[in-house]
């Protein structure tokens, strides 16, 4: 067993090669993580519906390099869809590779899937944090950082995309802000008990009139240090699911999704 998710995002060491280029910026709630951010301890990760007939069980595949970088997505059995678009986000395409020029700061990312081959750049500052990720043969690729006077990570921009994050004065994350191309904000906000996340909630609003799209609430449950569970709940609908964590296998951590009936939904197997 590897006790986990004590992490409580303090100031970021940024890995943004560590997650799908189209989903920078996005925050993982299973996880407590900014993706294209923060790395996962996991070596792979995968998606599972027993409930599924055994050839379409796996919803889908990451694996990871050792220096926790993503390697492959794999959305195949399950025939979703998968694409680096940051524009239309991941769509389209079912898996993709992931080739870095370097083992440690790499310069280069070439990204290789059914449709295209993306060759991005990625630039450093000069505490050595990611500054832009470029594509110079695609309009609307590039991936804008910027920090704050600590240092910590202030905006992620891609596109027409803005992602802001504000600290609290010791450097746990406070707030995120999302403004989308479709017309909305979502807001994240974040509260904390002994020094661990406690809650999060997440409303998307129109920007024009302020109509709640979308508004849910996550409570997170630890047992000592460990993350134990997460209860999400769709306060618009008034239903929920809980994620509980198992840390009794020696090689993988097992997040298990219940309905509010109790019943299983699906499961994550994270590798070490």
Request: aromatic share 16%.
């Given at each position: 067993m590897k006790p986990l998710f004590t992490l409580l995002i303090l100031t970021l060491t940024i890995s943004s090669y560590g997650q799908r280029i189209c989903d920078f910026g996005e925050y993982d709630f299973y996880f407590k993580t900014i993706?294209?951010?923060?790395?996962?301890?996991?070596?792979?990760?995968?998606?599972i519906d027993s409930t599924e007939p055994?050839?379409?069980?796996?919803?889908?595949?990451?694996?990871?390099?050792s220096n926790k970088r993503l390697m492959s997505v794999d959305f195949n059995n399950s025939g979703s869809s998968y694409a680096e678009s940051i524009d239309t986000g991941c769509n389209s395409i079912i898996k993709a590779t992931y080739q870095y020029n370097e083992t440690e700061s790499p310069k280069k990312i070439e990204i290789i899937d059914s449709l295209n081959n993306y060759g991005h750049t990625i630039y450093y500052n000069k505490h050595d944090k990611i500054e832009k990720i470029e594509n110079k043969?695609?309009?609307?690729t590039e991936v804008i950082y910027s920090y704050?006077?600590?240092?910590?990570?202030k905006s992620i921009e891609k596109?027409?995309?803005i992602y802001s994050y504000y600290w609290y004065e010791n450097s746990c994350i406070k707030k995120i802000t999302i403004t989308d191309p479709f017309y909305t904000i979502r807001e994240l906000k974040f509260t904390y008990s002994n020094n661990k996340i406690s809650s999060i909630s997440s409303t998307r609003r129109y920007k024009t009139n302020?109509?709640?799209?979308?508004?849910?609430?996550?409570?997170?449950?630890?047992?000592?240090?460990d993350l134990s569970s997460v209860k999400i709940i769709n306060n618009k609908y008034q239903s929920f699911v809980i994620c509980n964590y198992d840390y009794e296998?020696?090689?993988?951590?097992?997040?298990?999704?219940?309905?509010?009936?109790?019943?299983?939904?699906?499961?994550?197997?994270?590798?070490?």
């Open positions: 993706k294209g951010v923060d790395k996962t301890d996991f070596s792979q990760i995968k998606l055994i050839d379409k069980q796996i919803q889908y595949v990451y694996k990871f390099d043969y695609f309009e609307n704050d006077e600590k240092n910590q990570l596109g027409s995309i302020n109509i709640i799209v979308s508004d849910h609430t996550y409570l997170y449950t630890y047992n000592n240090e296998n020696e090689d993988k951590l097992i997040i298990t999704i219940e309905g509010q009936d109790n019943k299983y939904q699906s499961h994550f197997e994270c590798y070490y």
